[in-house]
C-alpha cells in the first residue's frame, strides 16, 4: 500500500476488529479455510468471483496485469485484511490477480452467504463498508503518487507511510515490523530492485535508514519527510 497522505489512509483496520465476539464467531462460521504456498494464486484477474479471503496469516501480493504482459503492484495485503472485491459479494469477474507472496493461511467467505449476514447484521455490514472504504482509499492513493510524484519521492513516501502503519517506537528509531524486500518496494513504486538498493543504500549513508535483511529502520524521520514535501 502507498499513500500520498496519511490521512488520506489512516490506520490500518482488520475486518472482524470492529466487531462483537459474536458476530465474529457468525463471520468465521460460513467459511473455508484454505492454506496457499508461496506463488500459489488465490485467483487470476479474469477469474469469476464468487466472495472473499479473509487473510489469517500470512501475505497477498495484488496486481494488475497489462495485455502486454507488464504488471503493476497495487498493494501487499497482511493478517486481518481482506482480499477480494471490489463487489464483496460475488458477482462479476475479477479485476486484478492476487497471489500469496509466502505462506499464507487465509478464511474463504462466500459472497452470498457474507450477503446475507450483512442484511442480517448491521454491525458486520458497516465492518464490511469500513473495509472496502480503506481499501479504497489505498488504491486512490497508488493512483495519485505514481501520477503526481517522481520515483524517488515515491520511495520516500512509501518509508513514512510503512512506518506510520507498520511502525514501532523504539527510542529514537522507529521500526517497520514487516519485512519488505528490495523487490517489494520495486513492485509498489514502479521501479527497479537495483534502483531501490542503490538508494536504500544512499539513505543508509546520509543515516536517514538501516536497512537490513528485509527490517527497515527509521533513524532520522525529520529528514525523510523534508525530502517529500
Not at 479455510?33 to 469469476?48: F, N, S, T, Y
Request: net charge positive; proline share 3%.
Amino acid at each position: 500500500m502507498l499513500a500520498g497522505s496519511d490521512a488520506l489512509v489512516g490506520s490500518l483496520p482488520g475486518l472482524l476488529d470492529p466487531l462483537c465476539e459474536t458476530d465474529r464467531r457468525r463471520v468465521l462460521a460460513i467459511g473455508r479455510e484454505e492454506v496457499l504456498p508461496a506463488g500459489k494464486h488465490v485467483w487470476r484477474q479474469g477469474d469469476l468471483q464468487n466472495g472473499i479471503y479473509l487473510i489469517e496469516e500470512g501475505r497477498i501480493r495484488s496486481y494488475y496485469a497489462a495485455p502486454s504482459g507488464r504488471e503493476v503492484t497495487l498493494a501487499y495485503w497482511f493478517a486481518g485484511n481482506f482480499v477480494g472485491g471490489p463487489d464483496l459479494f460475488g458477482t462479476g469477474a475479477h479485476v486484478w490477480s492476487s497471489v500469496a507472496v509466502e505462506r499464507s493461511r487465509v478464511t474463504f467467505l462466500p459472497g452470498p452467504a457474507l450477503r446475507a449476514l450483512a442484511h442480517q447484521s448491521a454491525s458486520i455490514a458497516v465492518a464490511l463498508l469500513d473495509a472496502l472504504a480503506f481499501k479504497a482509499r489505498c488504491y486512490s492513493a497508488m493512483a495519485q503518487m505514481l501520477g503526481t510524484r517522481s520515483v524517488t519521492e515515491r520511495l520516500h513516501r512509501l518509508l513514512v507511510f510503512l512506518s506510520n502503519i507498520y511502525g514501532s517506537q523504539q527510542g529514537r528509531e522507529i521500526v517497520i515490523g514487516i519485512p519488505f524486500t528490495h523487490g517489494d518496494l520495486a513492485n509498489l513504486i514502479g521501479s527497479t530492485r537495483q534502483w531501490v538498493t542503490v538508494q536504500l543504500s544512499r539513505m543508509q549513508a546520509r543515516g536517514v535508514i538501516r536497512y537490513y535483511r528485509g527490517l527497515i529502520v527509521i533513524l532520522n524521520m525529520r529528514a525523510l519527510d523534508l525530502e517529500v514535501v
